[in-house]
């Protein structure tokens, strides 16, 4: 079962940046959070994953509260490209190995 | 960053027929790859965890015997729906995870409808 809960949709205005929050209260002290994202109809595009400190690439940056409880992933400059649906997801140590359970996601509108 | 695809992009078939669905990772080896169904208007869901060599390990609620994997090599997963009936028209998603970088790539996707 997925670890966490996001608001479901959200908009931003284009060349603003997107802040999109995530809760994940039980995540365990050797749980990754990432970020991918799903345009209609396509496969999720990996976006960023961090573990204890803040992170950043290319694409966004991703901030990770101190006791880890909650993230917010940033699209500094949005475009109406990043229109997508984003999903955060802890990713889970099971007996057969590291696995994604996706929850529902938040939907960012990029407004022109 | 790793490319996984997948194929067909889309399959059409008959109730009652079987259609198999390839996932390769094209620039690594992965010994483990996942399957997801998607809805319409839903977000993934696992149905199971496919290792290179030996069984698959399924979701619970997700029928191994209608849904059958097969992980013969490190760059090569395939998921075979048997006896499809229209309600197992969805979206299928594979991953792979690369071993050396431990990121998990996703394929495109396959839009399977069944009449």
């Known amino acids: 079962d997925a670890k966490t809960t996001q608001p479901p949709s959200m908009d931003c205005a284009e060349g603003r940046a997107a802040n999109l929050p995530c809760n994940h209260s039980?995540?365990?002290?050797?749980?990754?959070v990432y970020w991918y994202r799903q345009i209609h109809s396509q496969g999720p595009q990996y976006i960023i994953h961090g573990l204890k400190n803040n992170e950043t690439n290319e694409m966004a940056s991703l901030i990770i509260t101190e006791d880890r409880k909650s993230s917010t992933l940033i699209l500094p400059h949005a475009t109406l490209r990043d229109t997508a649906v984003y999903y955060c997801i802890v990713r889970v140590l099971t007996n057969t190995g590291n696995q994604f359970y996706f929850g529902t996601g938040t939907s960012l509108t990029v407004i022109p | 960053g790793a490319v996984v695809s997948q194929h067909p992009s889309r399959v059409i078939c008959k109730s009652g027929t079987s259609v198999k669905i390839e996932c390769r990772s094209l620039d690594f080896q992965a010994t483990t790859m996942f399957w997801y169904r998607q809805f319409p208007k839903q977000s993934l869901m696992l149905m199971a965890t496919?290792?290179?060599?030996?069984?698959?390990?399924?979701e619970q609620g997700v029928e191994k015997d209608k849904f059958l994997i097969n992980h013969a090599s490190l760059t090569l997963s395939t998921l075979t729906v048997t006896s499809a009936h229209p309600e197992d028209s969805s979206f299928y998603i594979c991953?792979?995870?690369?071993?050396?970088?431990?990121?998990?790539?996703f394929g495109p996707g396959t839009r399977l409808t069944v009449t």
């Open positions: 991953s792979a995870r690369d071993p050396l970088g431990g990121g998990q790539y």
């Open positions: 039980t995540i365990s002290g050797n749980e990754y």
């Open positions: 496919s290792n290179e060599g030996s069984k698959a390990t399924y």
